[in-house]
């Protein structure tokens, strides 16, 4: 069982700049993959980026390519978010999600994922 409690989101003006946490209870942190997907109001929710189990992989939606950061720290069982040049389409609440996998594959859906955590609201206003 693995239990995901994210932090930092907020209000921020476009162009500025956010970083999300989401820490994981357990000991066994770095047996999972970790994502963070985004879904804003009356939308599906959307994959945003994910890192494998070592961190050695990253991969982003095309539309925070280039400006969000994906970073994970086994020894503090917490994932990141770095999220830079925010656009008002990127408000959304955001969501970490954990799947047991310590392979290099990419994990794009939401129903792959085994954990969830409870969400955090980013709000980008223009």
């Known amino acids: 069982q693995v239990q995901l409690v994210e932090s930092g989101g907020g209000l921020v003006q476009a162009g500025g700049s956010l970083r999300l946490s989401c820490a994981a209870s357990g000991r066994t942190f770095s047996s999972y993959a970790m994502a963070w997907f985004r879904q804003a109001p009356g939308k599906e929710r959307e994959f945003v980026a994910g890192?494998?189990?070592?961190?050695?992989?990253?991969y982003y939606a095309d539309s925070v390519k280039g400006r969000f950061t994906i970073s994970r720290d086994n020894a503090q069982n917490t994932e990141y978010l770095q999220m830079n040049s925010l656009k008002p389409e990127d408000t959304a609440v955001y969501y970490c999600?954990?799947?047991?996998?310590?392979?290099?594959?990419?994990?794009?859906?939401?129903?792959?994922?085994?954990?969830w955590g409870q969400g955090t609201q980013v709000t980008v206003t223009s």
């Open positions: 999600a954990a799947k047991l996998s310590t392979g290099a594959s990419r994990y794009l859906r939401t129903y792959e994922y085994d954990y």
């Open positions: 890192i494998s189990w070592s961190g050695g992989r990253t």
